[in-house]
């Protein structure tokens, strides 16, 4: 069965400090890992696709690398626009089309 | 670019009454509409997939006939909760895509109460 694990759950950060948010993986057939932000009551943002082990995308303060077991979105020197759940997903072959999403990290950036 | 609409926002209904959600792609036209749901911190589950003129494919122990989905342009698709009951209360979110490899994108979400 196809996974995807979030850590941690959530995580209280100071203005400007650097910290990784992990996405582990069980899957077979990858065809692209996704981050998306999600705002309390709004959709999904999203922010990042990765499909291939070794590739990186940036954005602002954000990084996010792939492995071929687990994926990290690195937020460096966060503000407090940053606080939000961001979710991993997992798009797989086999004919399966949907996301399979991770439960969240819920990040907390105190000014 | 790739901006999802859904309407309403919120809705509050009685139990036993039908809501209609709807899910529009602005602009760009939408080959594949999905429909998730998001209870109170947890992940969105996927519910259905819809391809535009065809039969939605529902996902495992999702009642097709309970959650009625249309997708009868590129750029609309609904989702219709029949029979509502506080049990279905819940955050009902659609996405689209323009093809395969492309990323999904998010409407804003419903949130749906049934009293």
């Known amino acids: 069965e196809d996974q995807v694990t979030q850590s941690p759950e959530a995580l209280r950060l100071q203005e400007g400090e650097s910290s990784s948010l992990n996405c582990s993986y069980t899957?077979?057939?990858?065809?692209?890992l996704f981050w998306y932000r999600q705002d309390p009551g709004k959709g999904p943002e999203f922010l990042f696709t990765l499909y291939s082990a070794g590739e990186e995308k940036e954005k602002e303060r954000l990084k996010a690398t792939l492995t071929k077991k687990e994926s990290f979105l690195h937020i460096t020197a966060p503000k407090p626009e940053d606080s939000a759940t961001y979710l991993c997903?997992?798009?797989?072959?086999?004919?399966?089309?949907?996301?399979?999403f991770g439960k969240g990290t819920h990040l907390i950036i105190q000014p | 670019g790739a901006v999802v609409s859904q309407h309403p926002s919120w809705v509050i209904c009685k139990s036993g009454t039908s809501v209609k959600i709807e899910c529009r792609s602005l602009?760009?036209?939408?080959?594949?509409m999905f429909w998730y749901r998001q209870f109170p911190k947890q992940s969105l589950m996927l519910m259905a997939t819809?391809?535009?003129?065809?039969?939605?494919?529902?996902e495992q122990g999702v009642e097709k006939d309970k959650f009625l989905i249309n997708h009868a342009s590129l750029t609309l698709s609904t989702l219709t909760v029949t029979s509502a009951h506080p049990e279905d209360s819940s955050f009902y979110i659609c996405?689209?895509?323009?093809?395969?490899?492309?990323?999904?994108?998010f409407g804003n979400g419903t949130r749906l109460t049934v009293t």
């Open positions: 996405s689209a895509r323009t093809q395969s490899v492309s990323p999904l994108h």
């Open positions: 899957v077979s057939g990858l065809r692209g």
């Open positions: 819809s391809n535009e003129g065809s039969k939605a494919t529902y």
């Open positions: 997903a997992v798009r797989v072959g086999g004919g399966a089309d949907g996301l399979t």
């Open positions: 602009d760009f036209q939408a080959t594949t």
